[in-house]
Nanobody, 116 residues
Framework: QVQLVESGGGLVQPGGSLRLSCEAS????????MNWFRQAPGKGRELVAT????????NYPDSVKGRFTVSRDNAKRTVYLQMNSLKPEDTAVYYC?????????WGQGTQVTVSS
């Protein structure tokens, strides 16, 4: 059974940091691209980080570039999202996604709230 379980969300003040984790099971993790998406209330889902299967290449939109860092540990079947200098507009539910055509798996999401 495929599972992606996110953790590490919570409430943080503006300027603070959080580290999200996503632990995978039920598929060959090391062969999948991994993505982090987020969805704020009333908005569509936004891609915020991508990492290739080997971890060599990462990609970010301008909205988080320089503040967010994605990494993975294939031995632990886990992908991470380090979020620094957080802003109120980063408030959203963050989702882990595993992709290798045609498979496309999603976690249940973890809430991140940036507020003073």
């Amino acid at each position: 059974q495929v599972q992606l379980v996110e953790s590490g969300g919570g409430l943080v003040q503006p300027g603070g940091s959080l580290r999200l984790s996503c632990e995978a099971s039920g598929f060959t993790f090391s062969t999948y691209f991994m993505n982090w998406f987020r969805q704020a209330p009333g908005k569509g889902r936004e891609l915020v980080a991508t990492i290739t299967s080997t971890g060599v290449t990462t990609n970010y939109p301008d909205s988080v570039k320089g503040r967010f860092t994605v990494s993975r540990d294939n031995a632990k079947r886990t992908v991470y999202l380090q979020m620094n200098s957080l802003k109120p507009e980063d408030t959203a539910v963050y989702y882990c996604n595993a992709k290798r055509f045609p498979q496309d798996y999603w976690g249940q999401g973890t809430q991140v709230t940036v507020s003073s």
